[in-house]
């Protein structure tokens, strides 16, 4: 199994600032012959089922502001979101779906100070 | 969308199966996945099926516990047990997979207990 770590496991951040969030997997998520990261980004608010917000790494989904963002490639990738807002406070998990199983990082909990 | 069954209270040994019904997209054409989240924890890939062939990949950590299956005549994937217990209490997902999980349903709560 590709094992997804994530760091932070959790931040606390003033309002419109800007965050990093880390991903890295055991092993390479570049599938070769189409040159894509298979890697997504999802945001779970409390009481809710995850959303997915980036795909492919970096291309984010449709509604999703252009706060966020996501990067890298290979094994390391980030997911960034700037001008941080009260209703960005969720869990964010990555998720590998190069090789099944399609695991997902421990998380990361965003707070606000 | 995706629209799972009711929350649902076991005791330790029961069956059970739990339903996820697509609408408004083609549903054969899609994967349909199962993840499963420990009160308090992350998100666990469980497995995922083709709604079209119902062709299934299990997680090794699941496999054998759990059975996906799908009617694709009536838009609904299914997750089953046997044989459950305590440590399956938990809500479970089903998602669409085109690239990640892009539609989720509500979820099912699923608690066991003597």
């Known amino acids: 199994d590709i094992v997804m770590t994530q760091s932070p496991d959790s931040l606390a951040v003033s309002l419109g600032e800007t965050i990093t969030i880390n991903c890295k997997s055991s092993?390479?998520?570049?599938?070769?012959?189409?040159?894509?990261?298979?890697l997504a980004w999802y945001q779970q608010k409390p009481g809710q089922p995850p959303k997915l917000l980036i795909h492919?790494?970096?291309t984010r989904e449709s509604g999703v502001p252009d706060r966020f963002s996501g990067s890298g490639s290979g094994t390391d990738f980030i997911l960034t979101i700037s001008s941080l807002q009260a209703e960005d406070v969720a869990v964010y998990f990555c998720?590998?779906?190069?090789?099944?199983?399609?695991?997902f990082g421990q998380g990361t909990r965003l707070e606000i100070k | 969308q995706l629209l799972q069954s009711g929350a649902e209270v076991k005791k330790p040994g029961e069956s059970l199966r739990i339903s996820c019904k697509g609408s408004?997209?083609?549903?054969?054409?899609?994967?349909i996945a199962w993840v499963r989240q420990m009160p308090g924890k992350g998100l666990e890939w469980m497995g995922i099926?083709?709604?079209?062939?119902?062709?299934?990949i299990y997680s090794p950590s699941f496999e054998g516990q759990v059975t996906i299956s799908v009617d694709k005549s009536i838009n609904t994937a299914y997750l089953q047990w046997t044989n459950l217990k305590a440590s399956d209490t938990g809500i479970y997902y089903c998602?669409?997979?085109?690239?990640?999980?892009?539609?989720w349903g509500q979820g099912t709560t699923v608690t066991v207990s003597s």
């Open positions: 998602a669409r997979h085109p690239n990640g999980l892009d539609v």
């Open positions: 998720q590998q779906y190069d090789s099944p199983p399609h695991t």
């Open positions: 099926i083709y709604a079209g062939d119902s062709d299934t």
């Open positions: 092993q390479s998520v570049l599938y070769s012959s189409d040159n894509k990261n298979y």
């Open positions: 492919w790494a970096s």
């Open positions: 408004g997209y083609i549903f054969p054409n899609y994967w």
